[in-house]
């Protein structure tokens, strides 16, 4: 859905009333890892909303807690209010709870950061992670979200999709791969399986130049894939022989995330 500035045109303001919410949500979703701090004309022109309406959401947003202002900047920043109200959805997840021992002795294991990746259809997002004990490493906040079809993560999610929808997604953008034409569309698709066969899904420095990934499969009871364990790490740490060690750590944690779940991989 798209953001709207509507009128009530249902007479009892059922139309109205969704089109605030849709907004209010765009608003929401225009912060970012990257752009944290953002003002009232940045948000208008991201989502193509009227300042003076951005202004009235941000307000509501305010009083609620879901954003707050910064003192030096008057800009806002998203507020403490959205971890109260992804809390207990967190605390439901098993695959977040069976997970965290898991990724703490992969951590221990590999010294390099861990994480739990969970696929909304289109965007792998970060639910878990362990950071890594050297002063050099990669950190990225709860609840980013990866739609870069290189990203060790998303490859992992739509290695099990149907192909017809991975092309779908990557011809219409919502999935992003650089270069994409026929020819490196299929190379993309033989990646995928290949990862599968492997066990892991490597990213060497092809989203960020500084950043290595990989990733492996978490498994339900029915053989789907339910959540992806993930390695990052800097690239200058990562040779060839270590980028394999590192591939096999995160497939054995994953098979054990899997195991606990009463899960199975496929056959």
């Avoid at 807690?65 to 507020?79: C, I, K, Q, Y």
Wanted: proline content about 4%; overall charge negative; aromatic content about 4%.
């Amino acid at each position: 859905m798209t953001p709207t500035e509507s009128n009530d045109v249902s007479g009892n303001g059922e139309a109205k009333g969704t089109s605030v919410i849709v907004n209010a949500i765009a608003v929401l979703r225009s912060f970012s890892a990257e752009e944290p701090l953002l003002g009232v004309t940045e948000i208008a022109g991201r989502i193509g909303l009227h300042k003076s309406t951005v202004s009235r959401i941000l307000a509501t947003l305010e009083q609620e807690h879901l954003v707050e202002r910064d003192v030096d900047s008057r800009r806002f920043r998203l507020g403490l209010g959205m971890i109260a109200m992804a809390g207990p959805l967190l605390a439901e997840l098993e695959e977040r709870r069976v997970a965290y021992p898991v990724l703490r002795e992969l951590t221990e294991r590999t010294g390099e950061t861990s994480a739990l990746m969970v696929w909304n259809g289109t965007e792998s997002m970060s639910v878990e992670q362990i950071p890594s004990r050297h002063q050099v490493k990669h950190l990225a906040p709860l609840g980013v979200r990866y739609n870069e079809a290189l990203s060790s993560s998303v490859q992992v999610f739509l290695a099990a999709e149907d192909k017809d929808r991975v092309r779908n997604l990557l011809r219409s953008g919502t999935i992003t791969l650089p270069g994409l034409d026929e020819e490196a569309m299929e190379a993309y698709l033989q990646r995928l399986e290949d990862s599968t066969k492997r066990g892991w899904a490597v990213n060497f420095g092809e989203t960020s130049i500084e950043e290595v990934g990989v990733a492996s499969p978490v498994y339900d009871h029915r053989g789907n894939i339910v959540a992806s364990v993930l390695i990052p790490a800097p690239k200058f740490r990562v040779s060839q022989d270590t980028l394999t060690s590192l591939g096999e750590a995160c497939a054995e944690a994953a098979a054990k995330v899997t195991t606990r779940l009463g899960g199975r991989a496929p056959r």
